[in-house]
């Protein structure tokens, strides 16, 4: 069983850096691809980015070039820098284990995700 959970959230001026983290546990774990989600109000949850086992990455085209995602398996830590935020970045950020057919399929349960708001 897979366990996620979310950290880093806060409150940020437009233009301003943030980090988020997401934890894991459970068997197998480092061994999974893992992807950041983010509902923003009054929108669906949508897919930010992706990382796989060996540290390949793909992005949302609203993010690339201002998100990074990076990972410490040994750690069992998935991070997501976000630089250059912008108003609309604001949200509620979540990790989960992507399905390889489907990155806005989920194999795990959700967490209770980390909260962005980011400041005009």
């Known amino acids: 069983q897979v366990q996620l959970v979310e950290s880093g959230g806060g409150l940020v001026q437009a233009g301003g850096s943030l980090r988020l983290s997401c934890t894991a546990s459970?068997?197998?774990?480092?061994?999974?691809?893992i992807a950041w989600y983010r509902q923003i109000p009054g929108k669906q949850r949508e897919f930010v980015a992706r990382?796989?086992?060996?540290?390949?990455?793909n992005y949302a085209d609203s993010v690339i070039d201002r998100f990074t995602i990076s990972r410490d398996n040994a750690k069992k830590v998935v991070f997501l820098q976000m630089s250059s935020l912008k108003p609309e970045d604001t949200a509620v950020y979540y990790c989960n284990v992507p399905a390889s057919w489907n990155w806005g399929q989920p194999l795990a349960s959700w967490g209770p995700g980390t909260q962005v708001i980011v400041s005009s």
């Open positions: 990382i796989s086992r060996d540290g390949s990455a």
């Open positions: 459970g068997s197998g774990v480092s061994g999974n691809a």
